[in-house]
Nanobody
Framework: QVQLIESGGGLVQAGGSLRLSCAAS????????MGWFRQAPGKEREFVAS?????????YYADSVKGRFTISRDNAKNMVYLQMNSLKPEDTAAYYC?????????????WGQGTQVTVSS
């Protein structure tokens, strides 16, 4: 059973940056693909970014965040990060970390509790 704990959310002005962190425990971290999803009030949860298992040689991004967000992983620390730059009000959402025992994220097997990101205009 993998446990995921997100941190790093907060309130930021449009154009600002935040870095989300996700600490994983309870499994062999490197065999899990990792990802981030988000959910805004009244909307469905949507994919943001993911990184493949192992060294994380491949990353995937939603079109809406491509070029602004960067996902990375540190297998030595069992951590995954989401660097978010040039934030926009429409990025406001609860952000969830997910893990899946596969080469890449498809649906997510394990989920964190989420961290809130609020971007003011």
């Amino acid at each position: 059973q993998v446990q995921l704990i997100e941190s790093g959310g907060g309130l930021v002005q449009a154009g600002g940056s935040l870095r989300l962190s996700c600490a994983a425990s309870g499994g062999t971290f490197s065999i899990y693909a990792m990802g981030w999803f988000r959910q805004a009030p009244g909307k469905e949860r949507e994919f943001v970014a993911s990184i493949t298992w192992g060294s994380g040689s491949t990353t995937y991004y939603a079109d809406s965040v491509k070029g602004r967000f960067t996902i990375s992983r540190d297998n030595a620390k069992n951590m995954v990060y989401l660097q978010m730059n040039s934030l926009k009000p429409e990025d406001t959402a609860a952000y969830y970390c997910t893990a899946e025992r596969a080469s890449r994220i498809r649906k997510g097997d394990y989920w964190g509790q989420g961290t809130q990101v609020t971007v003011s205009s």
